[in-house]
C-alpha cells in the first residue's frame, strides 16, 4: 500500500488568498486524485492529476480556481485560489491501484 | 439521477454485538464496491473491495454482501469494539478508478 504526506496539514486564510497544498507519495502512481469533504460531508472528486499533461476536473470545478500540477509519478499539488469562507473543507488526495489510499487531509479554514 | 445513500442517521450499538450499515445505489452499474472508513481528522482507510461477481468477502470481523439485483451492499462488524467507532463510507467505481462516494455513517459502540 502507498503512504502519502500532506502539507500542511491544516491553515488558517484571509479571503482572498491563495493556498497550494502538497501530495507526496512514496512510490510512483500513475492516478492521483484530489478531494474535498465539507464539513459533515462526504468526498466530493475535484480533479484527477495526471502526469505530463493538464488535470482533468469534475463538473462543478475549474482549473482558474484550483489549479493542479503533477510534475513527476509521486508529488502533486492542488492550489486553492482566491479563497472565500466556501472553501473552508478538507482537501484530501489519493492514490489509486485497485482500491484508493488517502493522505492524511489538509484542513482549511478561510476566514 | 446517480445516487448513493447510507443511513444518515448514526448508529449506536452496544459492544458485543454486530453493527450493520447499509449501502444503497441508483443509477449505477459497478464493477466493485469499496468501504473506507474514516475517523475525525483523517482520511478514509480501505476496508473491503467487493465485485460485482461476488455476493460475500470477509476478513477478521468484517463483511460485505452486495447484490447487484436488489443494489444494495451490508456492511457487518461482528463482536463490536468501542474502538470500531467511526464514519464508514461505501464507494462505487464509476470509469477509470473514478470512485464516488457515499455521504456515510457514523457507528458509535458504547461499551
Known amino acids: 500500500s502507498a503512504v502519502i504526506s500532506q502539507k500542511p496539514s491544516r491553515d488558517i486564510c484571509q479571503r482572498g488568498t491563495s493556498l497550494t497544498i502538497q501530495c507526496q507519495v512514496d512510490?510512483?502512481?500513475?492516478?492521483m486524485f484530489w478531494y474535498r469533504q465539507q464539513p459533515g460531508q462526504s468526498l466530493t472528486l475535484i480533479a484527477t492529476?495526471?502526469?505530463?499533461?493538464?488535470?482533468?476536473?469534475e463538473s462543478g470545478f475549474v482549473i482558474d480556481k484550483f489549479p493542479i500540477s503533477r510534475p513527476n509519478l509521486t508529488f502533486s499539488t492542488l492550489t486553492v485560489s482566491n479563497m472565500s469562507p466556501e472553501d473552508s473543507s478538507i482537501y484530501l488526495c489519493?492514490?489509486?491501484?485497485?482500491?484508493?489510499?488517502f493522505g492524511p487531509g489538509t484542513r482549511l479554514l478561510v476566514l | 439521477s446517480q445516487k448513493i445513500e447510507q443511513n444518515s442517521e448514526a448508529l449506536n450499538i452496544q459492544e458485543g454485538k454486530t453493527a450493520t450499515l447499509t449501502c444503497n445505489y441508483t443509477?449505477?452499474?459497478?464493477?466493485?464496491l469499496q468501504w473506507y472508513r474514516q475517523d475525525p481528522g483523517r482520511g478514509p482507510v480501505f476496508l473491503l473491495l467487493?465485485?460485482?461477481?461476488?455476493k460475500e468477502k470477509r476478513k477478521e470481523r468484517l463483511k460485505v454482501t452486495f447484490d447487484t439485483t436488489l443494489k444494495q451492499s451490508l456492511f457487518h462488524i461482528t463482536a463490536s469494539q468501542p474502538a470500531d467507532s467511526a464514519t464508514y463510507l461505501c464507494?462505487?467505481?464509476?470509469?477509470?478508478?473514478?470512485?464516488?462516494f457515499g455521504a456515510g455513517t457514523i457507528l458509535r459502540v458504547k461499551s
Open positions: 489519493s492514490v489509486a491501484e485497485e482500491t484508493q489510499y
Open positions: 467487493i465485485r460485482e461477481n461476488e
Open positions: 464507494a462505487l467505481d464509476e470509469y477509470g478508478n473514478k470512485l464516488v
Open positions: 512510490s510512483q502512481v500513475t492516478m
Open positions: 492529476a495526471n502526469q505530463g499533461s493538464e488535470a482533468t476536473y
Open positions: 443509477n449505477y452499474s459497478p464493477a466493485y
